[in-house]
């Protein structure tokens, strides 16, 4: 596989933006059908808090799609948030959403290894998190690896999906290449993230500042939310061209 510089990373948040500027209604649609889709899928007895992440997967493929018909200069409409659902490869969609959420089960299992199971009492719930368990750090190694095992989880299911779906791969076989994709474009991927978080990061802090000028929080979260569903947004979009340029279009690939 082709290795990437680290601008690339760059590039690809620039052609994110791009794709989000053609459509940036249609775009929102979607984004906000998912999420009520969502918010009803945990209503569901039993299931219903399990649903939506087992479904990451399925739903993702709605904004590959999405990106896909932008690219092609056709218009986004909200059925497209059925794509995963009507996939040949649903099923192993599904399977992906499984190992998400085994993935994320696991990684936090793997924190008793290194604090004793300090932190995953914290997540389950056994321990109130308190100030002085935050001043002592007793969490930071069990979150530290937690953090590591899900991010090697992560770079097996970053492709996955679109794998599995346009290339009719098996899910190991997608999970494999997805994982040597993301490891061969680690400077591109390094730069890509800290991007991002550092975008999240001035939204915040420049909110925070209005907000104490101005006098009012509520500054904070009229700044935070439409920002943060915006960058979500365009985050989602910017997934399509790190497919496309380590694995081609899919239109090359049928």
């Known amino acids: ?6 601008i690339t990373g760059w590039l ?3 052609e994110g933006g791009r794709l989000f500027r053609r459509q940036p209604a249609e775009l929102l649609t979607l984004f906000f059908a998912y999420m009520f889709l969502s918010l009803g899928i945990t209503l569901i007895p039993i299931v219903g808090e399990l649903l939506p992440l087992v479904l990451i997967p399925v739903f993702s493929m709605a904004f590959m799609e999405a990106s896909r018909h ?3 200069e056709k218009k986004v409409y909200p059925n497209l948030l ?3 659902f009507r996939s040949p490869a649903f099923i192993n969609l599904l399977l992906l959403g499984l190992l998400y959420v085994l993935s994320a089960g696991l990684a936090v299992l793997a924190s008793s290894l290194v604090d004793g199971g300090e932190f995953l009492s914290f997540v389950i719930g056994q321990k109130p998190i308190d ?12 979150m530290l690896t ?10 097996g299911l970053w492709y996955a999906a679109p794998l599995v779906a346009w290339k009719r791969m098996s899910v190991g076989k997608a999970v494999f290449y997805s994982f040597f994709a993301v490891k061969s474009a680690g400077k591109a991927f390094t730069l890509y993230g800290l991007v991002w978080f550092l975008l999240l990061l001035v939204i915040a802090m420049i909110s925070v500042v209005i907000a104490l000028i101005v006098g009012q929080a509520i500054v904070v979260v009229l700044i935070v939310v439409p920002a943060s569903v915006v960058l979500t947004v365009v985050i989602y979009t910017s997934f399509y ?6 694995f081609g279009y899919p239109d090359e690939q049928e």
């Open 131 to 142: 100030a002085q368990s935050i001043k002592d750090g007793v969490l930071m190694p069990g």
């Open 82 to 84: 059925l794509t995963g």
């Open 12 to 14: 690809w948040i620039k």
């Open 241 to 246: 061209p790190t497919y496309t340029k380590i």
């Open 146 to 155: 937690t953090n590591l095992v899900y991010l090697l989880a992560i770079m």
């Open 1 to 6: 596989m082709e290795k990437l510089n680290a």
């Open 70 to 72: 932008i690219e092609q």
